[in-house]
């Protein structure tokens, strides 16, 4: 058994004790309780920090992850040619180097406390499935640290590269768990809509949850956002598919936007906004706006939105670290929250939210009877949390002390 004594719950008004059984669950959740009633108990003096579920990450692309710590050359430093700088190094795949990448990357975001992490692995006739036998085998090496899905992202689209169609299905019989899609990428409106549909055709036959690229660009004119969220209302998987980065939103006049986060809400359709990807990479030219979603709009009319880090040093993006304090820190500046209240609002993004996307039938939080994965956290309150990027002292999967996240100043 495991007991943390004296911790902050968020929205707790007192300091609390928090006792784990050997189950890995959560026994009691009190003001005070006795050590001694517990025998070999191991005793954690929290000292008024901290305790939040562990962090969800919903959005990664770990097949790509550190492909750019040499270099990335980039001369307009936009998506579509941070598209075309992965297309090489996709084609230079090996199942070893992907899967000792991506248990770096697993392994490096759940040192931060994630202890959930959703990825998409490219699909297409570059890579193949090349990607995906490396991750998981990653997931597999990874399993007692980290719950890992694996989208099966076609990053070209499906119809307008040959093969893909045919690699999907393949894809979700070796490994696969979400269905992932891209509809921007297909040349004409007609194949996009065609892509929508075979997404939802695969899901429905590995009953699967959804995560497609949706709208990722600075075209107003890509609306498969809307289509997507009717279709899952009248597939009935309402709650269950999520679109990515949703730019093209941002683009579309107020009357028409409004109208498309209505459906979103009546939808119930997850928007995980990854803000610090798409802050750096370019998503429109001069005049550069923060290139991200409507992320206040959607908050207010109840839409669940997240945000997630992405990438890591890749073609996309040379930096990011997997720290969720870090991606989240940036998501506050790009959507301009900048209150303790709307603070918490972001932190909900790094937690509850994404959790809500990744696995929306499952009890998540500090709970009695709820699985005790969670972070002990070296703040007072949550825009400390994400102002110093603090100390995590304790990562605890399934009432296991795994892991330990520590930033340090020293003066001479």
């Not at 954690?44 to 790509?64: Q, R």
């Not at 990722?216 to 598919?241: N, P």
């Not at 908050?299 to 991606?327: K, R, S």
Request: charged share 30%; hydrophobic share 40%; with cysteine.
């Amino acid at each position: 058994m495991l007991l943390i004594k004296n911790t902050k719950i968020l929205d707790v008004d007192e300091n609390m004790d928090i006792l784990i059984n050997d189950e890995g669950r959560y026994e009691k959740i009190l003001k005070d309780i006795e050590v001694k009633d517990y025998e070999g108990c191991q005793v954690i003096d929290a000292k008024g920090m901290l305790a939040t579920p562990t962090f969800v990450n919903t959005h990664m692309h770990f097949d790509k992850a550190y492909t750019s710590l040499v270099a990335r050359d980039s001369k307009e430093e936009t998506l579509e040619e941070s598209i075309k700088i992965m297309h090489d190094r996709k084609r230079n795949y090996s199942v070893e180097d992907v899967k000792n990448r991506a248990v770096r990357a697993i392994k490096e975001c759940v040192a931060y406390g994630t202890t959930k992490i959703r990825t998409n692995v490219d699909i297409d006739n570059m890579a193949g499935l090349i990607g995906l036998e490396g991750v998981v085998l990653a997931k597999e090496e990874c399993k007692d640290i980290c719950d890992l899905q694996i989208v099966a992202f076609p990053q070209e689209g499906i119809f307008n590269n040959e093969g893909t169609e045919k690699l999907m299905w393949e894809a979700m019989e070796k490994g696969a768990d979400v269905v992932g899609g891209m509809p921007a990428a297909e040349w004409l409106d007609g194949y996009a809509k065609k892509h929508v549909e075979l997404v939802f055709e695969i899901a429905k036959k590995y009953d699967a949850l959804i995560d497609m690229h949706m709208d990722q660009s600075k075209d107003m004119f890509d609306r498969s956002l809307e289509y997507t969220a009717v279709r899952s209302i009248e597939e009935g998987m309402q709650g269950r598919v999520t679109g990515g980065h949703c730019t093209s939103i941002a683009y579309q006049n107020h009357s028409h936007a409004k109208k498309v986060m209505e459906i979103l809400r009546i939808a119930d359709f997850n928007v995980c906004t990854n803000t610090q990807t798409l802050a750096i990479m370019g998503v429109d030219s001069e005049p550069r706006t923060r290139g991200v979603t409507r992320i206040r709009e959607m908050v207010e009319m109840g839409i669940n939105v997240a945000t997630a880090q992405d990438t890591i040093c890749d073609g996309f993006h040379l930096y990011g670290t997997g720290d969720p304090l870090d991606y989240g820190l940036i998501c506050a500046y790009t959507a301009q929250y900048n209150t303790p209240k709307t603070a918490r609002i972001v932190f909900d993004m790094l937690t509850k939210n994404s959790a809500r996307i990744f696995a929306p039938e499952e009890k998540y939080g500090i709970e009695v009877g709820n699985v005790a994965d969670l972070n002990i956290i070296d703040a007072p309150n949550v825009q400390e949390a994400l102002r110093l990027r603090a100390s995590r002292p304790y990562i605890i999967k399934k009432g296991k002390i795994i892991g330990s996240f520590e930033r340090k100043q020293v003066l001479f």
